[in-house]
């Protein structure tokens, strides 16, 4: 397929009663040029005929000069008026075919997009590109169908990637400094991506347009850490580099968020101190900004629907953490057991980016759209591993993430390697929070993996379990009760020992490479 000649990576539309006072359209428009942007679209919904071709006339001669293309919104008498390079339409404005004859073939039409039926029906009609949203809500425009999501662009692409013409296309709706780097990134399907973002408020009404546009170029040309994937993995290779993640653990002293539930508090924050990591607990918003911008931070979110608002809580918490590119690990507890915790799992995953998704056989199923016997947060159903491996790498693909599905064996799955861990204690199922201090432990191990998130997953893992085994086994555990301290103590040990050189306890790791 051709790739497209115009470059949408960045494409201003603007609308002039966002412009900020003391300024003009026509000064924002020159500063986002500056800062970057590869095309702009002339949105003036409210605008008189003369007013809208005179301020046409003197945006176009601004995009002339930078080489970029100029699109019109909706009025193809103003597009041909100033000779503009192209327009753009949404559903309820004039056809595509129409809008074709009367500017011929070689301008620029685009259309609004929101689902696959619409885009059949525009790649049909000859649609140059589509803007596909809204992505979010916005205060920008009354968008009448609900927000796409992430999961909406990827159906749009994934149709798209069918196609055997190329049809560019941008998401549009709430793309901004926040949210940009996920919309563009998370939402690549196999075999196709955005061509680019479409921005109204997040450069129109900012102070400075042109530090807004080359932060948002940036988000959508440079891939984040997260998009890459280490290949040819294999066991001893990634063994090898456990201690050193586990003794950069003691001596980086991360600091773990955990907002985690109130069961698992006390034992998590036991359990990051056991392994030299600093935890705080805190559901407190207005902190977060401060608290992910510490140096070696990073966060859990332990899924606890007890508290009110709780996924604006966790939004805000990610958005604070993953857009500083600071590790997140998100434990999707009881996902699949209540209608609540199944919503708040969609919204979540359409917004935001996780290095890590750790949770038990029923929850990585509920997470992944697929059906699992769930009662309660606990995993019932017996399916055979290489079910269980296909689900967490789908998953692992999908969402850009490293899937940890615990249970007797846990698996570890980037999307291209999967791991199988047999090490563990059934003590380990035997005591609350068992699984939940496993994610704080996550954190840090991602955070002193510094971006390899599979080794940190093996690091983490590895040691967690073999302390169980190592504490089950003390003379003075005789069941749940003493096995609980004994734990924090072999934690400690084994963390401690990495640091001393001392790295034999990994002998009893039972790793094995599935895929
Ligand atoms: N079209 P902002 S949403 C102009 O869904 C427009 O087609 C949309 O503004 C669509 O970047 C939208 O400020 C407004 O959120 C986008």
Known sequence: ????????????????????????????????????????????????????????????????????????NDRLDVALA????????????????????????????????????????????????????????????????????????????????????YVPAVAIGSVNLTTARNVVHLSVVPGRRLDG???????????????????????????????????????SAVVANVPAVLSRVRSMSPLVHNIINRVATNFAANVDLAIGASPIMSENIPEFDDLSSIPNCGLLINMNSATDDWINLYQAAVNAYS???????????????????????????????????????????????????????????????EKRADVAEALASKE???????????????????????NGHRYLADITASGCVLGSILVATAIAALEDRFLACVAGLTVYNIAAERAAAQPSVRGPGTFTPALLDELYLLTNACVNGDSSWLDAAKIEKLR
């Open 1 to 72: 397929m051709v790739p497209p000649k115009v470059d949408y990576s960045l494409y201003l539309v603007t609308d002039s009663g966002l412009v900020p006072p003391g300024t003009t359209l026509e000064a924002q428009v020159q500063k986002a040029i500056d800062g970057g942007v590869t095309l702009v679209q002339l949105r003036e919904k409210t605008a008189e005929t003369a007013d809208f071709i005179a301020i046409a006339k003197s945006i176009h001669e601004m995009t002339k000069k930078a080489g970029i293309p100029l699109l019109i």
């Open 82 to 165: 100033i000779d503009a390079e192209g327009v753009h339409i949404g559903q309820e404005d004039i056809d595509v075919a129409t809008a074709r004859k009367l500017l011929g073939p070689d301008k620029i039409i685009g259309l609004s997009v929101n689902y696959v039926s619409e885009v059949t029906k525009a790649v049909e009609d000859g649609a140059d590109y589509l803007g596909v949203g809204a992505i979010y809500d916005t205060s920008t425009k009354a968008v009448k169908k609900p927000p796409i999501g992430i999961a909406g662009i990827r159906k749009v692409l994934s149709y798209l990637s069918s196609l055997p013409r």
């Open 197 to 235: 973002i479409a921005v109204v408020s997040a450069i129109i009404a900012a102070e400075d347009p042109a530090a807004a546009a080359e932060q948002l170029l940036h988000m959508v040309k440079d891939a984040p850490y997260w998009m890459s994937i280490v290949p040819n993995r294999s066991v």
């Open 323 to 385: 857009g500083k590119l600071r590790p997140t690990v998100y434990d999707p507890v009881g996902a699949g057991a209540t209608e609540l915790r199944k919503v708040g799992v969609k919204a979540m995953l359409n917004r935001a980016h996780f290095d890590i998704i750790k949770g038990n056989e029923g929850e990585i199923f509920s997470v992944a759209g697929e059906i699992s016997q769930m009662r309660g947060v606990d995993s019932l159903s017996n399916t055979p591993i």
């Open 400 to 422: 850009k993430t490293i899937v940890v599905m615990t249970g007797p064996e846990d698996l570890i799955s980037d999307g291209v390697t999967t791991f199988v861990l047999r």
